[in-house]
């Protein structure tokens, strides 16, 4: 059994080790595991192996890689708190996205340099400074003391940039080993660095193209313009009904019916997010906001369902004019879904609402592009609510709470293949340049998360887990 002296060893020892942590994340950002490139093959399992090595030095058990479809995922466990601690399963990823444009980098990307407090490197932030900041944290407690307050499943993932294709059947095959009481994600980007963020929601995805198509080849205006419908003023027409032009709300029939609506607890909890309105027309620089009637602007883009047209291709688009009626038309739109809508239901409703109000003079084709679940974890949670309190041992703040407007499937995979909620804590800051040249983690940021860390395993340990 694990005691509260132990907690005190271990920040004293990630005070001390901060240098030699330093160290230790350059081994593994000097390592370029490109997910996305054929070429980075031999690195990605290179990192992987440094990842085992590191857990096995640390003193977990059975660390090892798993050979999946794509690229290996790691695993270790530390099991010897006993059956009356709490199970925490940490996520991260390894692999990270691809460098270009090279020119635009100040430094090489996969050389880690130091100036003032931030660290440049690709992945600094996203994720291994991040995912690492979750692991030291448990060397600090087998360093100093031995032991873990709490047991530990430690999971590594080197596809999430790819979008993670192998992760649903890596998590259905081992629901019984991955069982857990809650799981830790640390791959975010916190306010500004005195405002940490705890995300408790994502919306899902359901990615639709169409293609219209009218006469057998393209016409000329002048000769049946008039005689046979335009597929490009069909589909106009088509798109303009998929959504209210006062109200926004998105016209497709039974849309909104499994729609969670949040309560005024919720709405306060979300309204004391910082920036609000005013910070999003700031971002955006559009001339005034919009959306759909009754919410906020944070409302609208988290626990509210969106419709987006992305592109409509067909036609005469290039310069000057051509006098054609198009054969064939498409568009491109997407719907970003909240509990609990199921994008399978939201892509049947949405073809079957086109196909009753397009005209008998058009042919349509469906083709679904992406789907993902949405998520949301109760923020009342007591993994979630030790999340709170660690942030405020280790930042000296008590974090805000966000639900955001993009998809991580992973999140959703995890809630639904092992039934334990998902805490997604960051460290990273939103000038990070993550996915871009010159990333980079600020460093203070990564000693405190070392030490939020120590504090959240060790009160999530004390508390009781349902
Ligand atoms: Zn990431």
């Known amino acids: 059994m694990a005691s509260g002296t ?60 798993y050979q999946t479809a794509g690229h290996p995922l790691v695993y270790a466990e530390w099991l010897e708190a006993g059956s009356s601690a709490p199970v925490l399963l940490i996520y991260g990823h390894y692999d990270v996205q691809p460098v270009d444009p090279l020119d635009l980098w100040h430094t090489p990307p996969f050389e880690p340099v130091v100036k003032g407090d931030h660290l440049y490197c690709r992945g600094a932030s996203d994720d291994k400074g991040q995912m690492m900041a979750l692991l030291f944290a448990l060397e600090s407690y087998l360093k100093a003391s031995g032991r873990l307050p709490l047991n530990v499943k430690v999971l590594l993932e080197g596809e999430e940039e790819i979008l993670s294709p192998n992760m649903d059947a890596f998590l259905a095959a081992h629901r019984e080993q991955l069982a857990c009481d809650a799981i830790v994600i640390c791959d975010d980007s916190i306010f500004d660095a005195n405002t940490p963020v705890i995300t408790y929601g994502l919306r899902g995805n359901c990615y639709m193209e169409i293609e219209v198509s009218g006469p057998s080849q393209d016409l000329h205006s002048g000769s049946f313009g008039g005689a046979v419908d335009n597929p490009l003023n069909v589909l106009v027409r088509m798109l303009a009904a998929l959504q209210d032009s006062n109200t926004h709300r998105v016209l497709i029939p039974g849309f909104y019916e499994h729609v969670r609506e949040i309560d005024e607890a919720e709405r306060a909890l979300l309204t004391a997010y910082p920036g609000g309105e005013e910070q999003t027309q700031l971002l955006t620089g559009v001339p005034a906001l919009a959306g759909e009637s009754g919410y906020s602007a944070i409302e609208r883009t988290s626990v509210r369902p969106t419709l987006d047209i992305h592109g409509i291709p067909g036609g005469f688009t290039a310069k000057g004019k051509k006098t054609v009626i198009p054969a064939h038309v498409g568009a491109k739109i997407s719907m970003r879904l909240v509990p609990d809508q199921d994008p399978d239901e939201i892509q049947s409703l949405f073809e079957k609402y086109l196909r009753s109000i397009a005209p008998p003079t058009v042919h349509l084709e469906f083709r679904c592009l992406g789907k993902a679940l949405p998520a949301v974890v109760d923020y009342r949670h007591p993994a979630v609510q030790a999340a709170a309190e660690a942030y405020q041992r280790g930042f000296g703040a008590f974090p805000v709470y966000t639900r955001t407007g993009g998809s991580i499937a992973v999140v959703a995979e995890m809630i639904h293949w092992l039934g334990a909620p998902v805490v997604m804590a960051g460290l990273g800051l939103p000038d990070d340049q993550i996915h871009a040249p010159n990333e980079r983690f600020y460093l203070p940021n990564f000693y405190r998360g070392i030490e939020t860390m120590i504090h959240y395993y060790d009160i999530l340990a004390a508390g009781r887990m349902p």
């Open 6 to 65: 132990d907690t005190v060893d271990a920040l004293a020892y990630a005070r001390k080790n901060q240098t030699i942590f330093l160290e230790r994340l350059f081994e593994l950002l000097r390592i370029p595991s490109i997910s996305t490139l054929a070429e980075n093959v031999a690195d990605i399992d290179r990192a992987a192996d440094w990842l085992v090595s590191y857990l096995t030095e640390t003193g977990l058990s059975n660390a090892q890689k």
